[in-house]
């Protein structure tokens, strides 16, 4: 996938997912990661939040996991919500999971990230928000 994926690279990353996890996620629904996970849950998404801060507490209906190592299953994405300097580590857990998708989101751009994440197999979005290319591509519900 080149570095700045289609439309249609979009619009099928989001149509082959089903379960997203999301690192960072936050408890506080003015923060992005609180705003863009309701939003995806709501339009028929399973989230998966982790944030060690919140682990043990219930979000979206789930969970709230400490890391990555502590998923019970494989998603089909990791929606970054952590700096740009986390998103490698993020990236690379993601790859040894074996996570198809990797989405960084607004401002979070990880080039020898995104690198190491294509070469195991994922495609990757840097600096895009999942909220605002659902709503763009005006995919429906699932």
């Given at each position: 996938?080149?570095?700045?994926?289609?439309?249609?690279?979009?619009?099928?990353?989001?149509?082959?997912?089903?379960?997203?996890?999301?690192?960072?996620?936050?408890?506080?629904?003015a923060r992005p990661s609180?705003?863009?996970?309701?939003?995806?849950?709501?339009?028929?998404?399973?989230?998966?939040?982790?944030?060690?801060?919140?682990?043990?507490?219930?979000?979206?209906?789930?969970?709230?996991?400490?890391?990555?190592?502590?998923?019970?299953?494989?998603?089909?994405?990791?929606?970054?919500?952590?700096?740009?300097?986390?998103?490698?580590?993020?990236?690379?857990?993601?790859?040894?999971?074996?996570?198809?998708?990797?989405?960084?989101?607004?401002?979070?751009?990880?080039?020898?990230?995104?690198?190491?994440?294509?070469?195991?197999?994922?495609?990757?979005?840097?600096?895009?928000?999942?909220?605002?290319?659902?709503?763009?591509?005006?995919?429906?519900?699932?």
């Amino acid at each position: 996938m080149p570095a700045e994926p289609s439309d249609d690279e979009i619009r099928r990353i989001l149509e082959a997912s089903q379960t997203i996890v999301v690192v960072g996620a936050s408890i506080k629904p003015a923060r992005p990661s609180h705003f863009v996970s309701r939003y995806l849950a709501d339009k028929g998404y399973r989230i998966l939040p982790v944030n060690p801060g919140y682990a043990g507490q219930r979000l979206f209906g789930e969970t709230v996991l400490p890391d990555l190592d502590s998923l019970p299953l494989v998603p089909d994405m990791v929606a970054i919500f952590r700096r740009s300097e986390h998103a490698g580590a993020v990236a690379d857990t993601a790859c040894a999971r074996g996570i198809r998708f990797v989405w960084m989101q607004v401002g979070i751009r990880d080039d020898a990230a995104a690198a190491r994440a294509r070469a195991c197999g994922a495609a990757v979005v840097m600096n895009r928000c999942l909220m605002v290319d659902h709503r763009r591509l005006a995919l429906p519900a699932r």
